[in-house]
C-alpha cells in the first residue's frame, strides 16, 4: 500500500508525451478564469489514471486542470466536457465537489480538450483502512461518505439541468452492452475466459427495469474524496469521468465492493478485519443507505455486485489496451493492467454468489 500511496500522491515534473504550451494556456486562462494572475507553474499530478491532470501554480493561488489525453483515443471516452457539467450542475446544488472555472473545447489551446476547477485541500486516504485514525473517526469518516453518496443519489436530475445527462431507463442493459462492446473492440488487450462467463450470466439474469434513476458517479471509492483536514465531512468527490444518469442501486453497489476488492488492486478491505477498526459491516452499511434514501431493502443486490465487478473489469480492460498502444497516462497503469485478469475471476464468484 505505501508504493500505491507514493505512486498516487503529490505531483510531479510533467511526464514526457504529456507537456503542452504552457504560454498558450496562460492567455486562456487570462481570458477566461477570473482572478487569474501569473506568472503559471505546471506541475503533473500523480494519479489521474485515464485523463491526465496537472496542478497549476500562481503565487496566489492553485487550480486543477484536467484534459483529454493525447494519440487515438476510443470513441466517447475521456470526456472532459461530461466531467465540466456534471461539476457545474452538483456544485451548483450544494454537492461537495471543486468548482468549475472554465472548459475549454479549443484543440489549438494545449492540443485536447481541458477544464480548469477549484484546488480543494484536505484529505485523501488511499487505504480503505484509513490508518493513523481512531474508530471513533473511522466510522464517522465510513458515515460521511455514506451520507455523500445518498446525497448524491438524491437529486432530480431534471431539476439541477441534468436532465439530459444520459438516457433513462435499461440502465443495467446499455451500460452491458456498451462495455461488452468495448471489451470485445479491443483487440489489442485480448478476451479472457471469465470475462466471456461474465456477459453471458449477465446478460441471461438482466434485471427488469424498475425505471430508477439519478445522477450517479461510476466510480464512488474512498480514494476519490477529499475530506476536511481535521474532520470526518466529505470536501470534494473527485474523478467524474464515469458519471452518467443511471441506477442508483448499481453506484452504491459499485462503493459498496470495497468490503470485497482487495486492496492492491484498489482502496478495498478484503482481508481486514473490519469490525476490530470500527468500520460498519457491509449489511449495516447497505441498511443505513436505505434509511437515507428512504428504501426498505436493496432488491438484485448480488447483480449490482457482480455488474460493477464486470464493469471494473472492463475498464481495466481498457487499461490494457492503452498500456499496449502506448497511450496510458498514468505511471500505475501497467500495475492496473496486470490485475484485470484477478478482477475477471471476482466478476465470475460474484456471479456464483462465491464473494467473501
Known amino acids: 500500500m505505501t508504493d500505491v500511496v507514493e505512486a498516487n500522491t503529490g505531483t510531479t515534473a510533467v511526464r514526457e508525451g504529456y507537456a503542452f504550451d504552457e504560454a498558450s494556456l496562460t492567455k486562456w486562462l487570462e481570458a477566461n478564469v477570473e482572478g487569474f494572475e501569473g506568472p503559471l507553474t505546471v506541475e503533473q499530478f500523480k494519479g489521474g489514471q485515464s485523463n491526465p491532470t496537472y496542478k497549476l501554480v500562481t503565487p496566489s493561488r492553485s487550480y486543477v486542470l484536467r484534459r483529454k489525453p493525447p494519440g487515438k483515443l476510443l470513441k466517447g471516452a475521456h470526456a472532459v466536457e461530461r466531467e465540466a457539467k456534471v461539476l457545474s450542475a452538483l456544485h451548483g446544488a450544494g454537492f461537495p465537489v471543486a468548482r468549475v472555472y472554465g472548459l475549454c473545447t479549443d484543440d489549438d489551446v494545449i492540443g485536447t480538450w481541458f477544464y480548469v476547477m477549484e484546488m480543494v485541500e484536505g484529505r485523501i486516504f488511499w487505504d480503505a483502512t484509513v490508518p493513523g485514525v481512531s474508530n471513533e473517526e473511522r466510522a464517522a469518516l465510513y458515515d460521511a461518505m455514506n ?41 489489442a488487450a485480448g478476451r479472457d475466459e471469465n470475462m466471456d462467463a461474465v456477459i453471458d450470466w449477465l446478460e441471461a439474469n438482466m434485471p427488469e427495469d424498475d425505471g430508477a434513476s439519478s445522477v450517479i458517479h461510476g466510480d464512488f471509492r474512498i480514494d476519490n474524496m477529499i475530506f476536511h483536514p481535521t474532520e470526518p465531512r466529505v470536501l470534494a468527490v473527485l474523478d467524474w469521468e464515469l458519471s452518467t444518469l443511471g441506477h442508483p442501486l448499481a453506484d452504491f453497489a459499485y462503493h459498496a465492493m470495497m468490503y470485497h476488492m482487495p486492496p492492491h488492486i484498489v482502496a478495498g478491505l478484503a482481508g481486514a478485519d473490519i469490525a476490530a477498526l470500527g468500520i460498519p459491516g457491509e449489511k449495516d452499511y447497505v441498511a443505513a443507505y436505505c434509511r437515507r434514501t428512504g428504501r426498505k431493502d436493496m432488491p438484485g443486490y448480488r447483480y449490482c455486485m457482480a455488474f460493477n465487478f464486470f464493469r471494473l473489469a472492463a475498464i481495466f480492460h481498457g487499461i490494457k489496451g492503452r498500456v499496449i498502444r502506448g497511450t496510458a497516462s498514468n505511471a500505475q497503469a501497467k500495475d492496473r493492467a496486470e490485475a484485470f485478469p484477478e478482477l475477471a475471476r471476482l466478476a465470475r464468484q460474484a456471479t456464483r454468489g462465491e464473494l467473501g
Not at 439541468?161 to 470485445?184: C, E, H, I, M, T
Open 147 to 187: 451520507a455523500t453518496i445518498a446525497q448524491l443519489h438524491s437529486f432530480d436530475p431534471e431539476a439541477i439541468g441534468l436532465g439530459d445527462y444520459g438516457k433513462p431507463g435499461n440502465y443495467f442493459a446499455r451500460q452491458v452492452g456498451r462495455w461488452s462492446k468495448q471489451y470485445r473492440e479491443d483487440e
